[in-house]
């Protein structure tokens, strides 16, 4: 069973970066894509960012050139470095994974197999 883990949110203000991180515990190593998704308040869960275990990455449109995603293989963390962050980057983010990566469906939520409980991301203007 895999158990995800993330941490590094909180309160900033438009302009400012914050780091999440997901610890992943019980890893399965067929699982070999993971990404980070977020879900604001009365919206949809949205993708983020997705990584591979080469290290191949996709992006959402509304973040490429903000935020970068990273992985520590031999910690099994993951990390989404998030710069000149907006108030419309609101929203619980959240890190799952499942077995592959796909350019094609990377930010289909509902493919991934295991999901953290999330971190809080807030952005004032």
């Known amino acids: 069973q895999v158990q995800l883990a993330e941490s590094g949110g909180g309160s900033v203000q438009a302009g400012g970066s914050l780091r999440l991180s997901c610890v992943a515990s019980?890893?399965?190593?067929?699982?070999?894509?993971m990404g980070w998704f977020r879900q604001a308040q009365g919206k949809e869960r949205e993708g983020v960012a997705s990584?591979?275990?080469?290290?191949?990455?996709s992006y959402a449109d509304s973040v490429k050139g903000r935020f970068t995603i990273s992985q520590d293989n031999a910690k099994n963390t993951l990390f989404l470095q998030m710069n000149s962050l907006k108030p419309e980057d609101t929203a619980m983010y959240y890190c799952a994974v499942r077995r592959y990566c796909s350019e094609a469906s990377w930010s289909y939520w509902w493919t991934y197999d295991y999901w953290g409980q999330g971190t809080q991301v807030t952005v004032s203007s």
């Open positions: 990584i591979d275990s080469d290290g191949s990455t």
């Open positions: 019980g890893y399965a190593y067929t699982h070999n894509c």
